[in-house]
């Protein structure tokens, strides 16, 4: 049963960067002629980003902090975000991947797969 959940997490991390390369990408498609501290900061924020969805891969606690940590910052950076803008594409895969991430946050505090953070 173990192989079983661990399997899944780590599909769920794949699909997961997935699809923050797609919205990530509409972001900086949007905002690539204005080219200033934002889109910097954008880069900045993808970057830790994958860094933690590597770290969770392999279950590193430390990137599982990182990544409830960008998860609760992404929250707030989306509540004053405008996503209007982007169009129906990018207000869809931001749903899914909020449905995934749940998923992955579910699965490293309540199932079995929390044992391979240690």
């Keep these: 049963m173990l ?3 661990i ?3 780590r599909l769920l991390v794949i699909l997961n960067t ?3 390369v797609a919205i990530t990408h509409e972001i900086i498609l949007y905002n ?3 080219i200033n501290y934002k889109i910097y900061f954008i880069l900045l924020y993808a970057l830790i980003w994958f860094f933690s969805l590597y770290k969770i891969y392999f279950f590193s606690k430390t990137g599982l902090k990182i990544y409830i940590l960008l998860v609760t910052f992404g929250f707030v ?3 004053l975000s405008d996503y209007k803008v982007f169009g129906p594409f990018y207000y869809f895969m931001t749903l899914f991947e909020h449905l995934i991430i749940g998923a ?3 699965l ?3 199932s079995k797969v929390k044992i391979k953070f240690s």
């Design 3 to 5: 192989k079983k959940d």
């Design 7 to 9: 399997t899944i997490y």
């Design 104 to 106: 992955i946050i579910a």
């Design 18 to 20: 997935i699809v923050s």
């Design 32 to 34: 690539m002629e204005y």
């Design 77 to 79: 950076l989306n509540m």
């Design 108 to 110: 490293s505090f309540y």
